[in-house]
């Protein structure tokens, strides 16, 4: 099984255009990041994160697209009429990025229910189905106003913009917490239409072994399906970033 490392969550001790190379030491060939800008980029920026991926010699596999700010609360831009510019813009950026690293997943967040307009979010998503390789969908925990909250939610959303190639981004940590079946993932219907994975523990969104998710045993078990995408790490480490990978197979 093929593992990356989340470089907004993880080797956050680093400044972000040193963590590729560090997680390329530390074994790992792919990596993934939430949007590494603030807002739409300029050239200068847009070449400084594609440089740091590419000369560390590791594949760029998920990018989130322009999703807000995080820290205030907001989930995500694509459901509002008064952002879709910044929202399609920064879509333009992914896809330009895509163009130079190969990557082929996006993580696109929808945004909060309070403000949010379905026909604006269904045209937006579209719009990203038609300029990116691989939408994916992410239910979240701890945002009650966020309108995925379990996989059948993104699944229902992406038959309901019926274009494009829409994934469901299965995080173990979100919908566990979330109560959803873990054990339903891995079997069909849902098993096919799975785009990427991510894991941590919980509670903490900390490495697994430090909660109460048999993560481990989950991944085991989604091998054996025959499951041959990548498995993102998108925890927080309970101590340095190059400490927390114990737990891991040899990757």
């Known amino acids: 099984m093929r593992f990356d490392v989340n470089i907004s969550i993880l080797f956050t001790e680093l400044e972000p255009e040193r963590r590729p190379a560090a997680a390329a030491s530390a074994g790992f060939t792919g990596v993934e990041s939430w949007w590494p800008f603030a807002g739409v980029p300029g050239d200068r920026e847009v070449e400084r994160f594609v440089r740091s991926v590419a000369d560390a010699g590791v594949e760029l596999v998920s990018l989130n697209v322009p999703h807000g700010d995080l820290a205030a609360g907001e989930r995500g831009l694509a459901g509002f009429a008064g952002r879709t510019q910044e929202f399609r813009d920064g879509v333009d950026v992914a896809a330009g990025v895509a163009a130079r690293l190969g990557c082929r997943l996006f993580n696109v967040l929808p945004g909060n229910r309070t ?110 399906t025959g499951y041959d995408g990548w498995v993102g790490l998108e925890y927080s480490p309970t101590g340095s970033s190059a400490d927390s990978f114990g737990w891991l197979p040899a990757h």
Do not use: F, K
Request: glycine content about 10%; proline content about 5%.
């Open 115 to 224: 403000g949010a307009s379905r026909e604006v979010l269904l045209d937006n998503l579209a719009y990203a189905a038609q300029r990116l390789d691989t939408v994916l969908l992410e239910p979240l925990s701890g945002a009650p106003d966020y309108p995925l909250l379990r996989a059948a939610d993104a699944l229902a959303l992406a038959d309901e913009v019926g274009a494009g190639d829409i994934a469901l981004l299965a995080d173990v940590y979100h919908l566990g917490v979330n109560g959803d079946d873990l054990g339903a993932l891995l079997r069909s219907p849902l098993l096919e239409r799975i785009g990427h994975v991510q894991v941590a523990d919980a509670p903490g969104r900390h490495q697994p072994g430090t909660g109460t998710l048999d993560v481990a045993g989950w991944l085991d078990r989604l091998a054996a």
